[in-house]
């Protein structure tokens, strides 16, 4: 069973940056495809991020290409994202999700999750 614990997330004015984290234990992290999620109030939860098991692929949400950053170090079991130049509409609950798989980005095949870490973005 894989465990994934994010950290990170906390308050930040519109245009700074905050970097999530997610450490991952109990499974090979490396054979994982690894993806960030989130949720604001009142909405569905959706897709912002995902990297392949080995690094060689990234995708982004439209909403933060050019801002988020998605990154792995499998020395660390952790997965990152890098978010830049934020915006009140990135304020969510942000998800780190684990897939058996190669390389996915729709919340169905993502076998494993975190609980979550609040990002609160202010104008």
């Known amino acids: 069973q894989v465990q994934l614990v994010e950290s990170g997330g906390g308050l930040v004015q519109a245009g700074g940056s905050l970097r999530l984290s997610c450490a991952a234990s109990?499974?090979?992290?490396?054979?994982?495809?690894m993806g960030w999620f989130r949720q604001a109030p009142g909405k569905e939860r959706e897709f912002v991020a995902a990297?392949?098991?080995?690094?060689?692929?990234?995708l982004y949400a439209d909403s933060v290409k050019g801002r988020f950053a998605i990154s792995r170090d499998s020395a660390k079991n952790t997965v990152y994202l890098q978010m830049v130049s934020l915006k009140p509409d990135d304020t969510a609950v942000y998800y780190c999700?684990?897939?058996?798989?190669?390389?996915?980005?729709?919340?169905?095949?993502?076998?494993?999750w975190g609980q979550g870490t609040q990002v609160t973005v202010s104008s």
């Open positions: 999700a684990a897939a058996t798989r190669y390389f996915v980005f729709t919340e169905i095949w993502y076998d494993y």
């Open positions: 109990g499974g090979t992290f490396s054979s994982y495809c």
């Open positions: 990297i392949s098991w080995n690094g060689a692929s990234t």
